[in-house]
Each structure stands twice: as structure tokens, then as C-alpha cells.
């Protein structure tokens, strides 16, 4: 392990951040805009991850934040799921340019 | 190079190439499959840190849950064969120019960065569990195991997690519900 250095794992979570960055820029369906999101939520957890592993080996902090991350991206994607199952109910399409009823 | 760096590398080259295939393939169940194989590459990274419990989490979690419900809303919204319409021509160029300028300053600055480890030492004795300081304070790395993290995340001492823990069961709970609501199908009106 120590014959990586910590910014290659940095350039490496970076490069996923901004691949889900691409996905939330140029996708227009809900649920694979919901994807993207999860992309970006892994890059921060690997940051969190190697940082406690290389800067702090003695301590437990960038562990439990990754646990409450993944908890809360957890709730996060069962609420989004809900909401585009109601709008696809009411709209019948799951694309956000026709959910513009509560523009302005 | 070592080994250990060669499966460093292509573990990230394979979370990367699956993680662009993801956002960029047409049909949208391809696309739920290649995230689930991003999503298990990043928990062989989280393997190759040693970090086994984050590993085992990130696969119950993401690999076991959101990406069987992401998929199960796939059914349920969209004709799974139809492919998705392609996005328009300018809003790639102008999104490529965006991400590639991020991903440049970014990777710059992470370049130039130097970081220094934070030594145990300095910083006193070691906590491992419960707030009792360790035997071996001068450890270079704290034991990442399921029994030593589980005495962590409930103790009530200076480091301990307890009211992180409990908040983060209020979300879940209030997520539940407001699931519960939001998907509800409303009643045929009664005459």
C-alpha cells in the first residue's frame, strides 16, 4: 500500500467526481441523474477513506464519516426513488425538462 | 512496482472506465449495471486500503440496496429496451470543457500539495476503545476491525460517535416514512 502515493488516490477519486459531474451535466433522465449523484458520493468516501488511512493512521474519524455518508446516501436514494415513482404516476416520463410544473 | 501498486492501478482504471461507460451509455439498464460494477471496484479499493468493515458496507449497501432499487424503478418507469435520447451536441462540448477545466485545476492542485502524515505521537496516546488509551500508543496504524469500530461509534466518551449514530437513525426513520407518504397511491374518491 505505501508504494502509492496518496495524491494518485486523490486524482483517482477527482477523475470520478468529475465523470459524475459529466452525468448530471449532460443526462435529462431522473434516474440516471440519481446515478451520477451516487458516482460523486463514492469519489468523497474514497477521499475520506485514504486520507484516515495515510494522514491520520491512528485515529477512526474518516471511517465513521464514510459509514454516515453512505447512510445518509442511502435515505437520500430511497426519497429521490419515491418522488420520481410519484411524478412518473402523475406526468407519466421521468424526464426533468417535462416536470416544470413547480418552475418559478 | 510492486504488486500492490499494480492492483491499485487497475482497480482504479476499471472503477473509471465503468464509472464513464455509466454515465454515458444509451440504454438506461446497461447503464445501472455499469454502475454496479463501479460501485464494487471502488469496495476492492476500499479492500486494497484495508479497510475490510467500509468494504463490507459499501457492497451490503450500494451493490445489495440502492442499485437493486435503482433498477427496480427502472422497471417500473421505463420501456427497459428503448434507448435514451441523445443529449444535445452543444451541451456535450460546453459539459466536456467544464469537467476537463474542474478536473485540471483540481488534479494541479492536488499535485502541488504536500502532505505531511500526522504521526500518532504528537497527538498523544492513541484512543482505540471507549476513550481507554491504547497499550502500544506509539502504533503507527489503529486496528480497523468491526469490534474496535463498533466500541467507537456507541461510546459516549470525548471521541466516541453516539449522537452522530442516533441522528442518522431519526433520518433513516424520517426517510422511511416520507417514503412511505410520498409513493402512496391516493384513495378512489368514495361517493
Redesign the interface.
Known amino acids: 500500500m505505501n508504494q502509492v502515493p496518496l495524491s494518485h488516490i486523490l486524482v483517482v477519486s477527482t477523475a470520478l467526481f468529475f465523470i459524475g459531474m459529466y452525468g448530471l451535466f449532460t443526462r435529462r433522465n431522473m434516474i440516471t441523474m440519481l446515478m451520477s449523484v451516487e458516482l460523486i458520493l463514492n469519489s468523497v468516501n474514497i477521499n475520506f477513506v485514504a486520507f484516515n488511512r495515510y494522514l491520520y493512521p491512528g485515529k477512526l474519524d474518516g471511517v465513521f464519516f464514510t459509514l454516515f455518508i453512505v447512510a445518509i446516501a442511502a435515505a437520500e436514494a430511497a426519497v429521490a426513488i419515491a418522488i420520481i415513482i410519484n411524478l412518473y404516476r402523475n406526468l407519466r416520463s421521468i424526464d426533468v425538462e417535462d416536470a416544470g410544473e413547480m418552475k418559478f | ?2 504488486g ?2 499494480v492492483v ?1 492501478y487497475i482497480l ?1 482504471f476499471f ?2 472506465v465503468t ?2 461507460l ?3 451509455s444509451r440504454k ?1 439498464f446497461r ?2 449495471i455499469w ?1 454496479l460494477f ?2 464494487t471496484g ?1 469496495a476492492g ?2 479492500f ?4 475490510e ?2 468494504a463490507a ?2 457492497i451490503v ?2 451493490v445489495g ?2 442499485v437493486v ?2 433498477i427496480f ?2 422497471f ?3 420501456q427497459a429496451g428503448k434507448d ?2 441523445a ?1 444535445m451536441r452543444s ?2 462540448i ?3 470543457l ?3 477545466a ?2 485540471a485545476l ?2 494541479l492542485l ?2 502541488q ?1 504536500v ?6 505521537e504528537r ?1 498523544g496516546p ?2 482505540t476503545e471507549a476513550g481507554v488509551p491504547a497499550a502500544g500508543a506509539g ?4 486496528d ?1 476491525s468491526v469490534g ?2 463498533g466500541a ?2 456507541l461510546s459516549t466518551s470525548e471521541h466516541g ?1 453516539v449522537l ?1 449514530f442516533e441522528v ?1 437513525s431519526i ?2 426513520l424520517a ?2 416514512i ?2 412511505i407518504v ?2 402512496m ?1 391516493p384513495k378512489p374518491e368514495e361517493k
Not at chain 2, 48 to 51: G, H, N, P, T, V
Open positions: 512496482m510492486s500492490s501498486a491499485f482504479s472503477i473509471l464509472g464513464l455509466a454515465v454515458t438506461i447503464s445501472a454502475l463501479s460501485l471502488i479499493l476500499y486494497w486500503l484495508q479497510m468493515f467500509v458496507v459499501q449497501v450500494y440496496g440502492i432499487l435503482i424503478s427502472i417500473l418507469t421505463q435514451l435520447p443529449p451541451r456535450v460546453f459539459s466536456v467544464a469537467v476537463c474542474g478536473f483540481t488534479c492536488v499535485l500539495y502532505f505531511t502524515p500526522v504521526s500518532p497527538h492513541t484512543v502504533v503507527m496504524s489503529v480497523a474496535n469500530i467507537q461509534m460517535y452522530p442518522v433520518l433513516l426517510a422511511m416520507g417514503c410520498i409513493a397511491k
